[in-house]
Nanobody, 115 residues
Framework: QVQLVESGGGLVQPGGSLRLSCAAS????????MGWYRQAPGKQREVVAT???????NYADSVKGRFTISRDNAKNTGYLQMNSLKPEDTAIYYC?????????WGQGTQVTVSS
């Protein structure tokens, strides 16, 4: 059974930082791509960043230069380092692992950026 468990969310002031983690189990994490998405209240889920099994990354324009996606295949864990956070980054953040014909999602972690 595949499980993805996000952690690291919370309340942070504008300009602050958070690091989200996504721990995977029940899947050969190292051979699949993974991504981070977010969904703000009243909005559709949107992609934040993705990373391939080889480590190639892509970012949404809104987070380029502020967020960094990474992975530690030995720990079956992906990360999203978020710096210079803005109130508009407030959302539930989800990780996923995907391949040809499948995608698995975590349950999400809340990130709130507010003074």
């Amino acid at each position: 059974q595949v499980q993805l468990v996000e952690s690291g969310g919370g309340l942070v002031q504008p300009g602050g930082s958070l690091r989200l983690s996504c721990a995977a189990s029940g899947i050969m994490f190292s051979i699949y791509a993974m991504g981070w998405y977010r969904q703000a209240p009243g909005k559709q889920r949107e992609v934040v960043a993705t990373i391939t099994s080889a480590g190639s990354t892509n970012y949404a324009d809104s987070v380029k230069g502020r967020f960094t996606i990474s992975r530690d295949n030995a720990k079956n864990t992906g990360y999203l380092q978020m710096n210079s956070l803005k109130p508009e980054d407030t959302a539930i953040y989800y990780c996923n692992v995907y391949g040809s014909g499948f995608v698995f999602w975590g349950q999400g972690t809340q990130v709130t950026v507010s003074s």
